[in-house]
């Protein structure tokens, strides 16, 4: 989004509604759209995520250059919808003036954004608005270059026991800090000794840059729920573990997971400064080392839960081993819901353009074209289908899919329950079948219902395991912990191979199940439809406003 000049906010109706879209006037005669996120408050979060080009229009709000976020609470503008009508209704009509003119001219644009400044003081002083400018997205950093405030000591220990650390532990640890880690002139330095350097605080979704040095021998390391690993590539001792191969590799993958080694030798020579980052979202992981890509969107490893889901948050760890290292400008950029999701879409679209795939557009955005079953229980708003509140049944694709991978977007209100209706059969199938399996319960006469389930509500603090979020329903239960909070939106895609079906929720897999081998139902009651080879996807309502977009699927065909 570089070189773009001003931001500017517009909506259907600007008064008791949430500012939805984001405009930005790139400085040559030219607008452009970008969606936006809100946050679970209610507060509109101007983070650009993605943008595409639309036509000038006449009501525009415009503020300065570098302003990317700003909050407005949702109920302050419903109480003063009619005082500020007036206000509204001057301000369309100047702006319409300015925009009527006949070039975009910088003077213009200083014009607009100083009347759009000063009336927003003025708006905001007399009417009691609370807002938060801040420049959203960017790093901050985690060492303050004069001490260790923020930091603490802790060597590998799983970040889910560290609240039942002895104290004594913690304190002895702590000591090592003081006493093999020091400042020297802006830079952390330590002397191959001690507990790791960690941060107090835990990260989920996020990039992590830092500098690093290291000397001959050195064997060092960043710990991100994991290890990507630092060391001297040139290092004799190191040989058998593959230190030739360069820097920045999942040190802690397994062998044969991608990410172990790094995809290129990419270190400076040894006493010269290296430049990583490091991407964490979900288990995706990837790491570039001196601006050149070493891990690209691979699984880290569990290191103290083999088998299991990454764990969510956790700490950074600046590891040490044997030699000195020092880092400098170590800053983290942690991303929300929408720029977790987006990254998530990046990343599997990247991967389908490597064998000239792409995903099959379900849902236009505007209504239910290409959509049967209960229609009459959903709608369309802002941009997704939507049960409508008690109602519910099953709302499925037009077309049937055999294997395929399907990604959805999904928002969940408090308590939410819905599901997704996997190899559904269609209405003529349903009337083929025995009488007591006509109803078109998804669970039971489809392959299966995945649970799309609040389930850390107390309403379901009882549930069976096979009931929560991304189970097959009364079949396999999913990993859970893995949901963002209600209000906020979720990525999730969905594997289904022959009677295999893999679930991956914001990055991390959840659900990994062969119903073929399913012999054990919740409450005794089997799942006649589980063996189906095909059928519809689609959406299994209960009663609840869940919302779904970006709705895609991959058939296996393709």
Same mark, same amino acid.
């Given at each position: 989004?570089?070189?773009?000049? /001003?931001?500017?906010?517009?909506?259907?109706?600007?008064?008791?509604?949430?500012?939805?879209?984001?405009?930005?006037?790139?400085?040559?005669?030219?607008?452009?759209?970008?969606?936006? %996120?809100?946050?679970?408050?209610?507060?509109?979060?101007?983070?650009?995520?993605?943008?595409?080009?639309?036509?000038?229009?006449?009501?525009?709000?415009?503020? =300065?250059?570098?302003?990317?976020?700003?909050?407005?609470?949702?109920?302050?503008?419903?109480? @003063?919808?009619l005082l500020l009508a007036p206000f509204f209704f001057y301000m369309r009509i100047l702006m319409h003036r300015i925009v009527s003119l006949p070039s975009w001219n910088?003077?213009?644009?200083?014009?607009?954004?100083?009347?759009?400044?000063?009336?927003?003081?003025?708006?905001?002083?007399?009417?009691?608005?609370?807002?938060?400018?801040?420049?959203?997205?960017? =790093?901050?950093?985690?060492?303050?270059?004069?001490?260790?405030?923020?930091? @603490?000591?802790?060597?590998?220990?799983?970040?889910?026991?560290?609240? /039942?650390?002895?104290?004594?532990?913690?304190?002895?640890?702590?000591?090592?800090?003081?006493?093999?880690?020091?400042?020297?002139? !802006?830079?952390?330095?330590?002397?191959?000794?001690?507990?790791?350097?960690?941060?107090? +605080?835990?990260?989920?979704?996020?990039?992590?840059?830092?500098?690093?040095?290291?000397?001959?021998d050195c064997d060092s390391g960043i710990y991100l729920r994991g290890i990507p690993q630092i060391w001297d590539p040139d290092a004799e001792n190191n040989r058998k573990? !593959?230190?030739?191969?360069?820097?920045?590799?999942?040190?802690?993958?397994?062998?044969?997971?991608?990410?172990?080694?790094?995809?290129?030798?990419?270190?400076? &020579?040894?006493?010269?400064?290296?430049?990583?980052?490091?991407?964490?979202?979900?288990?995706?992981?990837?790491?570039?080392?001196?601006?050149?890509?070493?891990?690209?969107?691979?699984?880290? @490893?569990? #290191?103290?839960? =083999?088998?299991?889901?990454?764990? %969510?948050?956790?700490?950074?760890?600046?590891?040490?081993?044997?030699?000195?290292?020092?880092?400098?400008?170590?800053?983290? %950029?942690?991303? /929300?819901?929408?720029?977790?999701?987006?990254?998530?879409?990046?990343?599997?679209?990247?991967?389908?353009?490597?064998?000239?795939?792409?995903?099959?557009?379900?849902?236009?955005?505007?209504?239910?074209?290409?959509? %049967?079953?209960?229609?009459?229980? #959903?709608?369309?708003?802002?941009?997704?289908?939507?049960?409508?509140?008690?109602?519910?049944?099953?709302?499925?694709?037009?077309?049937?899919?055999?294997?395929?991978?399907?990604?959805?977007?999904?928002?969940? &209100?408090? +308590?939410?329950?819905?599901?997704?209706?996997?190899?559904?059969? /269609?209405?003529?199938?349903?009337?083929?079948?025995?009488?007591?399996?006509?109803?078109?319960?998804?669970?039971?006469?489809?392959?299966?219902?995945?649970?799309?389930?609040?389930?850390?509500?107390?309403? #379901?603090?009882?549930?069976?395991?096979?009931?929560?979020?991304?189970?097959?329903?009364?079949?396999?239960?999913?990993?859970?912990?893995?949901?963002?909070?209600?209000?906020?939106?979720?990525?999730?895609?969905?594997?289904?191979?022959?009677?295999?079906?893999?679930?991956?929720?914001?990055?991390?897999?959840?659900?990994?199940?062969?119903?073929?081998?399913?012999?054990? #139902?919740?409450?005794?009651? $089997?799942?006649?439809?589980?063996?189906?080879?095909?059928?519809?996807?689609?959406?299994?309502?209960?009663?609840?406003?869940?919302?779904?977009?970006?709705?895609?699927?991959? $058939?296996?065909?393709?």
């Amino acid at each position: 989004m570089d070189g773009f000049s /001003s931001a500017v906010w517009s909506k259907q109706s600007v008064i008791g509604t949430i500012l939805e879209s984001l405009w930005i006037h790139s400085g040559d005669g030219k607008l452009v759209k970008a969606r936006s %996120q809100a946050s679970p408050s209610g507060c509109f979060l101007g983070r650009i995520v993605s943008v595409r080009m639309v036509r000038p229009s006449s009501h525009l709000w415009i503020f =300065p250059s570098g302003l990317t976020r700003l909050e407005i609470s949702q109920g302050v503008m419903r109480r @003063h919808a009619l005082l500020l009508a007036p206000f509204f209704f001057y301000m369309r009509i100047l702006m319409h003036r300015i925009v009527s003119l006949p070039s975009w001219n910088r003077w213009f644009c200083f014009m607009k954004k100083a009347t759009m400044v000063c009336a927003g003081i003025v708006f905001a002083g007399l009417f009691g608005f609370s807002t938060s400018v801040v420049n959203a997205g960017e =790093p901050k950093s985690l060492f303050n270059g004069k001490d260790f405030d923020g930091w @603490h000591g802790r060597p590998t220990v799983d970040p889910r026991k560290w609240e /039942s650390t002895p104290e004594a532990d913690k304190a002895k640890w702590n000591k090592e800090i003081a006493d093999h880690w020091r400042v020297d002139n !802006g830079e952390i330095v330590n002397d191959g000794q001690g507990a790791y350097l960690s941060t107090n +605080a835990d990260f989920g979704d996020f990039d992590l840059m830092l500098d690093y040095r290291i000397v001959k021998d050195c064997d060092s390391g960043i710990y991100l729920r994991g290890i990507p690993q630092i060391w001297d590539p040139d290092a004799e001792n190191n040989r058998k573990n !593959g230190n030739e191969k360069g820097s920045g590799g999942l040190w802690n993958n397994p062998a044969g997971w991608a990410g172990k080694d790094p995809l290129v030798r990419a270190d400076n &020579p040894v006493g010269q400064w290296n430049t990583m980052k490091m991407r964490l979202v979900g288990e995706r992981c990837w790491v570039w080392l001196n601006d050149k890509p070493v891990v690209v969107n691979a699984r880290l @490893h569990d #290191y103290f839960a =083999p088998g299991q889901p990454l764990i %969510q948050r956790g700490p950074i760890q600046l590891q040490t081993h044997g030699a000195e290292i020092r880092f400098k400008n170590v800053k983290l %950029q942690e991303f /929300s819901a929408e720029e977790a999701n987006e990254i998530l879409r990046k990343a599997e679209d990247e991967e389908l353009s490597k064998s000239s795939k792409k995903f099959d557009v379900l849902f236009n955005g505007k209504d239910l074209a290409g959509w %049967q079953g209960a229609v009459g229980n #959903y709608t369309v708003t802002e941009g997704a289908v939507q049960c409508l509140q008690g109602k519910g049944g099953v709302l499925y694709s037009e077309k049937s899919y055999g294997d395929f991978v399907f990604r959805v977007d999904f928002q969940l &209100p408090p +308590a939410g329950n819905n599901g997704l209706a996997i190899r559904y059969p /269609s209405a003529e199938e349903l009337e083929q079948l025995p009488k007591d399996q006509r109803h078109g319960d998804a669970a039971y006469v489809g392959m299966t219902e995945l649970q799309v389930l609040d389930d850390a509500h107390p309403n #379901y603090k009882s549930i069976d395991a096979r009931q929560a979020h991304a189970s097959a329903y009364g079949m396999v239960a999913a990993k859970r912990g893995y949901l963002r909070p209600t209000g906020q939106w979720n990525h999730q895609v969905v594997t289904v191979n022959g009677s295999k079906i893999q679930v991956e929720l914001n990055g991390t897999k959840i659900l990994d199940a062969d119903l073929a081998t399913v012999n054990e #139902y919740m409450a005794n009651t $089997p799942h006649p439809g589980k063996d189906r080879a095909s059928g519809h996807i689609g959406f299994a309502g209960h009663s609840d406003p869940v919302k779904f977009r970006n709705i895609e699927i991959l $058939p296996s065909a393709n």
